[in-house]
């Protein structure tokens, strides 16, 4: 178990607010094994960024980080121009409640049904009953899970408990979502369920997201493709479309940033590793 | 396996028992923060209490059954087998009557919440938990140590008047001895002192069963193997420290109370 203790937080410096998280010469180390090392990044608001990397190479460490679920050894970390890691741990709580986070094995409270694991952060914030009912049920129908509002989570697949992942992250509107591979160890048609709901959020809501995953053909499905609202569907940008995405990509090997820029610059990056990588 | 050096495993032990000591000061001190959840501590209040009773009641009777009859022959060569109310009094209030029912309350519950928190901990529930901007302390440690306090010493209370049942039903339907004078003794040899050391003592093992269990729970580590391996360290862990705590404490009372 990890006791947190921290310093007084000082205020953000000039140009943090404008920015959903940044990442200033961040490192951390368990034991002898570091595991980031001197990451530097930055998140513009609106804007989806996708964290690749092979196992183990700290992508899941830095989504931990970002809300304060564990501290680096040394640099800043910023989150909606606040600094994560000069803040105690009771403040943190206020802060996270504007971050929805979808972990990597869903983390749903498997003794709450779906209605209560959707609802929790809004019954911690005594919600009107209502209110909760209308908003529970809204989320669910976003996910396309309405009809499983009274099931348990073991009742469930592991892709519809990635999907009530999803509404539980999403139903107090947050102002980032951070996805821990949300589709890591499922089939090819769930994974593409899942990544159509997250490209809705980010062109419906325009929500800031960090998307950790090592599956790179679910980033370029998001890069390439749109949500049409009128259709109700994902859909690939035509060529010559005057559609612009805000998706980066970000390509971690052995705890450092070897890559940070756009589709293009990706699929065109002369480096040896990041070509073997997306071959 | 590699072998460490015994400074590690010394700073490890230091370190677990730094962790312990601020997860129970933060228990407590949530006592006055908020949100207080109270359908949690009800929850638990009733899991603990209304859970442990049937293991409670039978322990409790039978060790007063046995400690009436495993005395009877000594009292018995002394010629003093009318004080077989008092002997069953003093021991189950006193001593047998807290501790015991600490062990067993320990045995079920601090199990029960090592494994539970343990589950939570190691499929990333507890830092879910974190992520949606509740305290797991508040949320989950607090009404377990509310709830294992208050409920010990109800049931040592419970565990006290069965223990003393038992003792009767053995003085009356083995030993042959008069009921009136049975209770009257009992009743008789208690006196301020042991009432209170009686009474105090359920609160602090309650105490440990609820903090230890939270503790070894939130520390769990690697998968299914960690929670089994975090379950049974609490229940030996909470078992242990009942029997040390009891000793110091009874040490210390009976210095204040000047008791005998």
Redo the contacts between chains.
């Keep these: 178990m990890s006791v947190l203790t921290t310093s007084n937080p000082s205020p953000a410096p000039e140009g943090t607010v404008h920015k959903t998280i940044i990442f200033d010469h961040v490192s951390i180390a368990f034991d002898e094994n570091v595991v980031l090392d001197d990451v530097s990044f930055e998140l513009n608001r609106g804007e989806t960024k996708m964290l690749l990397g092979v196992l183990g190479s700290g992508k899941s460490t830095i989504l931990k980080m970002v809300i304060g679920l564990m501290r680096p050894d040394r640099g800043d970390i910023y989150l909606l121009g606040h600094h994560v890691n000069s803040m105690k741990e009771e403040e943190l709580f206020d802060l996270r409640r504007q971050v929805g986070m979808v972990f990597q094995e869903s983390a749903l409270f498997d003794s709450l049904t779906v209605r209560e694991n959707v609802a929790y952060r809004l019954i911690e914030e005594g919600v009107d009953q209502q209110e909760i009912e209308r908003r529970v049920r809204e989320a669910l129908r976003f996910v396309e899970l309405e009809h499983t509002i009274s099931q348990f989570p073991a009742e469930l697949s592991g892709g519809m408990r990635r999907r009530v992942a999803i509404a539980r992250a999403i139903i107090s509107h947050p102002e980032v979502l951070l996805y821990d591979s949300p589709t890591a160890g499922l089939d090819p048609v769930t994974s593409t369920t899942i990544i159509e709901l997250l490209v809705k959020q980010r062109d419906v809501y325009h929500t800031s997201a960090l998307m950790v995953t090592h599956r790179l053909p679910d980033t370029f499905t998001m890069a390439s493709h749109y949500f049409d609202e009128t259709e109700n569907k994902m859909k690939p940008i035509p060529p010559e479309s005057p559609i612009q995405i805000p998706s980066t990509f970000l390509v971690l090997r052995e705890g450092k940033i070897i890559f940070d820029g756009s589709v293009y610059e990706l699929v065109n990056s002369p480096d040896e590793y990041i070509r073997e990588y997306i071959a | 396996m590699a072998l460490r050096s015994p400074t590690e495993i010394v700073q490890e032990y230091l370190s677990a028992i730094q962790?312990y000591a601020?997860?129970s000061g933060q228990a407590v001190a949530n006592l006055f923060r908020r949100?207080r959840y109270l359908n949690d501590t009800l929850m638990q209040a009733d899991s603990i209490g209304v859970g442990s009773l049937p293991v409670v009641i039978m322990t409790g009777f039978s060790i007063g059954a046995v400690l009436a009859l495993q005395s009877s022959n000594t009292l018995q060569r002394f010629g003093s087998l009318s004080l077989t109310g008092q002997l069953v009094s003093l021991s189950m209030v006193r001593e047998l009557g807290p501790v015991l029912t600490g062990m067993m309350v320990a045995g079920r519950n601090s199990s029960g919440i090592a494994s539970e928190l343990g589950?939570?901990k190691v499929?990333?529930?507890i830092?879910?938990?974190?992520?949606?901007?509740?305290?797991p302390t508040k949320k989950l440690v607090t009404p377990r140590v509310i709830s294992g306090t208050f409920m010990l010493f109800i049931l040592t209370i419970i565990g006290d008047i069965v223990g003393l049942a038992g003792g009767w039903s053995v003085a009356r339907l083995v030993l042959n001895l008069d009921s009136a004078q049975y209770w009257q003794t009992a009743w008789q040899s208690l006196e301020f002192p042991d009432v209170f050391m009686g009474l105090t003592k359920p609160l602090l093992f309650g105490f440990v069963v609820a903090t230890i269990g939270c503790?070894y729970g939130?520390?769990a580590k690697g998968g299914t193997q960690g929670v089994g391996r975090a379950t049974t360290q609490a229940v030996v862990a909470a078992d242990v420290l009942i029997v040390i705590v009891d000793f110091f404490y009874t040490k210390l009372l009976m210095a204040l109370m000047h008791v005998h």
């Design positions: 962790d601020l997860l949100p589950s939570m499929t990333e529930q830092d879910a938990m974190r992520a949606l901007g509740t305290d503790y939130l520390s």
